[in-house]
């Protein structure tokens, strides 16, 4: 089973930052979008950023806009979500996920590869 490995999650201060990690299998995933999501206790898991294959889009959801920076790494298959201004709605467990097709992370929340997750929280 191919493994997306996160890191970097903690507990941070409100105002405060994070920068998470995803690193995937290279060849595996030569090519492929990858992105963020995130479950809070109680809720469904909802996108939170992706980016594509080049590093050349960026998509963004309307809740971390402006605060969250997805970025990939010069070897394309690590993938870092740099949150800033950290606020107590932003506590999950964000998960690493890829696909071949951007849209499956943006659009559909179908892709086809996950991590395993990692807690952020956000204390008031």
């Known amino acids: 089973q191919v493994q997306l490995v996160e890191s970097g999650g903690g507990l941070v201060q409100a105002g405060g930052s994070l920068r998470l990690s995803c690193q995937a299998p290279?060849?595996?995933?030569?090519?492929?979008?990858m992105g963020w999501f995130r479950q809070a206790p109680g809720k469904e898991r909802e996108f939170v950023a992706s980016?594509?294959?080049?590093?050349?889009?960026?998509y963004y959801s309307d809740s971390v806009k402006g605060r969250f920076t997805i970025s990939r790494g010069n070897a394309k298959n690590t993938v870092y979500l740099q949150m800033n201004s950290l606020k107590p709605e932003d506590t999950a467990v964000y998960y690493c996920?890829?696909?071949?097709?951007?849209?499956?992370?943006?659009?559909?929340?179908?892709?086809?590869?996950w991590g395993q997750g990692t807690q952020v929280t956000v204390s008031s």
């Open positions: 996920a890829a696909d071949a097709l951007e849209g499956k992370l943006r659009l559909t929340g179908t892709p086809s590869y």
């Open positions: 290279a060849r595996t995933f030569s090519g492929y979008a």
């Open positions: 980016i594509t294959w080049t590093g050349g889009t960026t």
